[in-house]
């Protein structure tokens, strides 16, 4: 991995005079594959607008190759690709779609060769779409076609806004296929915005976690956002959809967001030892995934309608027997909850 592709400093972006990106400092490495979780809202998109060079920050700067560079300067114009949420292909032919970018650059060389290629590596016979226009496509052809027409401009940086959402199922995995070739193939920098987090945990080399504009950390945080009520004892609580409760100290107000860092769990036959301050909720276990970059074990359990997220050891799964569909307690502390 090599020097920060992109260096990030004081960055904040302004709409209707509220801030919904404020980033102090990121660098991302060249050749990295770096996913961006978060709930909606959150400012991922905003984010890879702003990586993308397509907006100007309100406040702030992004050096690109060590450089600081403005939207659409030419340092960067010809370099980094976005593919927005909304892919918008022409009322024209796959081809045309295709080879735009190219035509724009009047880099018309083996043209059709390279249309083909592109196609190819999103899984889609050129003899068979190459014609045909961008109506007669279904929702995940469309979305291949958007990023082969990125493709074929063999971009440094990547970037990817929730690539596979409401698609299909076979479209998502050449989509998620197609983007680590280029990786593998040209170095291509990727930044993935992606609510499948067992995908960007198993391919990035780090997860960045976007909560109401800001950098909260890995991604395994818990984040529980209010209202808060007074509960039982001095404490505060939510109540949620099965009846069960969060219990937090006073919140510093009652709409501010919990951040839960560590949450253990264990199977739910087991009695809960009694602790001062021990919280313990009922779940099931939803997914394991492997974490490419720790080799840790991310857990995700369900409790009521809430998904939370647990780091685990690989010993600790085997030995309490933990799997997908297995109901858990889940525990955590008190006094370790902050406020964000
Ligand atoms: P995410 O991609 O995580 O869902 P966005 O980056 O799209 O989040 O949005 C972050 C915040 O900025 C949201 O509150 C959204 O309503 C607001 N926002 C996004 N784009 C615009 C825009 N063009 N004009 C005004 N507000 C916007």
Same mark, same amino acid.
């Given at each position: 991995?090599?020097?920060?592709?992109?260096?990030?400093?004081?960055?904040?972006?302004?709409?209707?005079?509220?801030?919904?990106?404020?980033?102090?400092?990121?660098?991302?490495?060249?050749?990295?594959?770096?996913?961006?979780?978060?709930?909606?809202?959150?400012?991922?998109?905003?984010?890879?607008?702003?990586?993308?060079?397509?907006?100007?920050?309100?406040?702030?700067?992004?050096?690109?190759?060590?450089?600081?560079?403005?939207?659409?300067?030419?340092?960067?114009?010809?370099?980094?690709?976005?593919?927005?949420?909304?892919?918008?292909?022409?009322?024209?032919?796959?081809?045309?779609?295709?080879?735009?970018?190219?035509?724009?650059?009047?880099?018309?060389?083996?043209?059709?060769?390279?249309?083909?290629?592109?196609?190819?590596?999103?899984?889609?016979?050129?003899?068979?779409?190459?014609?045909?226009?961008?109506?007669?496509?279904?929702?995940?052809?469309?979305?291949?076609?958007?990023?082969?027409?990125?493709?074929?401009?063999?971009?440094?940086?990547?970037?990817?806004?929730?690539?596979?959402?409401?698609?299909?199922?076979?479209?998502?995995?050449?989509?998620?296929?197609?983007? &680590?070739? %280029?990786?593998?193939?040209?170095? !291509? *920098? =990727?930044?993935?915005?992606?609510?499948?987090?067992?995908? /960007? #945990?198993?391919?990035?080399?780090?997860?960045?976690?976007?909560?109401?504009?800001?950098?909260?950390?890995?991604?395994?945080?818990?984040?529980?956002?209010?209202?808060?009520?007074?509960?039982?004892?001095?404490?505060?609580?939510?109540?949620?959809?099965?009846?069960?409760?969060?219990?937090?100290?006073?919140?510093?107000?009652?709409?501010?967001?919990?951040?839960?860092?560590?949450?253990?769990?264990?199977?739910?036959?087991?009695?809960?030892?009694?602790?001062?301050?021990?919280?313990?909720?009922?779940?099931?276990?939803?997914?394991?995934?492997?974490?490419?970059?720790?080799?840790?074990?991310?857990?995700?359990? &369900?409790? %009521?309608?809430?998904?939370?997220? !647990? *780091? =685990?050891?690989?010993?600790?799964?085997?030995?309490?027997? /933990? #799997?997908?569909?297995?109901?858990?307690?889940?525990?955590?502390?008190?006094?370790?909850?902050?406020?964000?």
């Amino acid at each position: 991995m090599g020097e920060p592709l992109y260096f990030i400093t004081d960055l904040v972006h302004v709409y209707r005079g509220q801030a919904v990106l404020r980033i102090d400092r990121l660098d991302i490495p060249a050749g990295s594959i770096v996913g961006v979780i978060g709930p909606n809202g959150s400012g991922k998109s905003t984010f890879l607008k702003l990586v993308g060079f397509v907006e100007k920050p309100t406040a702030g700067e992004i050096a690109y190759n060590g450089k600081p560079a403005a939207p659409f300067a030419l340092e960067v114009r010809h370099k980094v690709s976005l593919m927005p949420q909304e892919s918008f292909l022409m009322k024209r032919t796959v081809s045309n779609n295709v080879a735009y970018g190219l035509k724009i650059r009047k880099d018309l060389d083996r043209l059709e060769l390279r249309i083909q290629t592109a196609l190819s590596w999103v899984g889609l016979d050129a003899a068979e779409f190459a014609k045909r226009p961008s109506y007669a496509l279904s929702g995940g052809e469309a979305q291949r076609v958007a990023l082969a027409a990125r493709l074929i401009l063999k971009p440094e940086v990547l970037l990817l806004d929730e690539p596979t959402a409401s698609i299909d199922a076979l479209s998502a995995q050449l989509i998620k296929d197609a983007a &680590l070739k %280029a990786r593998s193939e040209w170095g !291509t *920098t =990727l930044i993935i915005a992606s609510h499948d987090w067992q995908w /960007l #945990y198993g391919v990035c080399d780090r997860v960045v976690h976007l909560v109401r504009g800001r950098l909260m950390g890995s991604g395994r945080e818990n984040i529980i956002f209010g209202p808060w009520e007074p509960g039982p004892n001095g404490l505060w609580g939510k109540v949620l959809a099965d009846g069960q409760r969060i219990l937090v100290q006073k919140p510093p107000e009652a709409l501010s967001a919990a951040v839960i860092d560590h949450a253990a769990i264990v199977p739910a036959e087991r009695p809960i030892p009694n602790r001062d301050h021990q919280v313990s909720l009922s779940g099931v276990i939803t997914r394991l995934a492997l974490e490419k970059a720790s080799g840790d074990i991310i857990g995700s359990v &369900l409790v %009521a309608n809430l998904p939370f997220t !647990t *780091t =685990l050891a690989e010993s600790e799964v085997r030995e309490n027997g /933990l #799997y997908p569909g297995r109901r858990v307690q889940l525990l955590y502390d008190i006094t370790s909850v902050r406020w964000f």
